[in-house]
Structure formats: structure tokens, C-alpha cells
């Protein structure tokens, strides 16, 4: 990576958005099983929408390639860094932005853990069906991007069935919004 760029990257995350050297550990670069051996120079973890965007469009235009990961759950090396790409951990895009009961949808980041979001709901005294052995680790943008089922898919649906809409950050950095109530 281009150190002007990492400089502004730096600039827009921050400390806690940046990590390289050794605070690069494992989980970023092996799968659950060991799997993958290419560790990243660099892993950039935003916080919001507004962070991802401006990450995605300053690679976008250096032609810098990135892989974006979530809970670190999947067992099919597509979240593994290959040579020369940065990771984009998306760990601290974590929070639950709304809970509306009385319409029964609640919205959250792509990094929330499916498990929080679980909680979140029985604590509205509503029920978010979707359930996976890893609830604890994976991330509700991991379970959209792959169409989680999980356990209850055969009364409740595919994780499509159950999302209204979608907030996501095209490859140029460009927000495309169809959040729905």
C-alpha cells in the first residue's frame, strides 16, 4: 500500500481503525479451520457507514484491492486476504440503530453480532428467528451476504425473507440506501 494512502485512511479512522504490524493477528488473515496464510499489511475496521464509504473510494481510486470481513465465521475462504489486498474489518460497525416494536423491524450495523441482535428483539419482546451455531461470532452482514437458513429456515424463511432493506457501500464508495420500515 501507498503510504500517502494509508496516511489518509489513518486520517478518517483514527487509532482504533487502524491496525498493521503486530497488532495484525491470526483471526485476521486463518479461517476457524487454520486455513489461509497471507497476512495483511494493513486492517481498517470503521466505525460508521460515512468511514467505509471514504475507505472504499480512496482504494477505489488507487486501484487498491480490499477484502471486506465480518464475524470471521465462514469456512469458505472468501473473507481471506489474498497478496496485496487490505482487509476491511467491519468488528467495530457493530451497533443496533433502531428498534421499532410496535412495526416489528429493527436495524443494525453489518457487524452486529447475530446473537445482539437476538437479544435486542426478546428484550422488545420480539423475536428475530434467525439461528445459527455461531450466533455468538457471526455478523448479521455475513448472514445477508450469504443468505444464512440456519435452524428455524424451514418456519421463518432465508435471512432475505427476513430483511426489509439494506444499507451498502458500492466498490467507488457510493452509499446506496433501500432501508425500509
Do not use: F, W
Not at 485476521?28 to 457507514?49: C, E, F, N, Q
Not at 476491511?88 to 421499532?100: P, T, V
Request: proline share 5%; hydrophobic share 40%.
Amino acid at each position: 500500500m501507498q503510504p500517502d494512502i494509508l496516511e489518509n485512511l489513518c486520517d478518517i479512522l483514527g487509532a482504533k481503525g487502524v491496525l498493521n504490524g503486530t497488532d495484525v493477528h491470526s483471526g485476521y488473515h486463518t479461517d476457524p479451520r487454520g486455513v489461509g496464510d497471507v497476512k495483511p499489511d494493513v486492517v481498517l475496521r470503521p466505525a460508521s457507514t460515512a468511514e467505509l464509504s471514504q475507505i472504499m473510494s480512496i482504494c477505489h481510486s488507487a486501484s487498491q484491492p480490499v477484502v471486506v470481513q465480518g464475524g470471521r465465521t465462514g469456512l469458505v475462504v472468501g473473507a481471506m486476504p489474498q497478496h496485496g489486498e487490505i482487509v476491511i474489518s467491519l468488528e467495530r460497525m457493530n451497533k443496533i440503530e433502531s428498534i421499532d416494536p410496535k412495526a416489528g423491524t429493527i436495524t443494525v450495523q453489518a457487524g452486529t453480532p447475530l446473537q445482539v441482535v437476538q437479544e435486542a428483539a426478546d428484550a422488545h419482546e420480539m423475536v428475530y428467528p434467525l439461528d445459527l451455531g455461531s450466533r455468538g461470532s457471526c455478523s448479521i452482514g455475513g448472514n445477508l451476504a450469504t443468505n444464512a437458513g440456519g435452524n428455524r429456515v424451514i418456519r421463518y424463511g432465508m435471512t432475505r425473507d427476513l430483511t426489509l432493506g439494506i444499507e451498502a457501500v458500492l466498490a467507488d464508495g457510493t452509499i446506496v440506501n433501500s432501508l425500509n420500515g
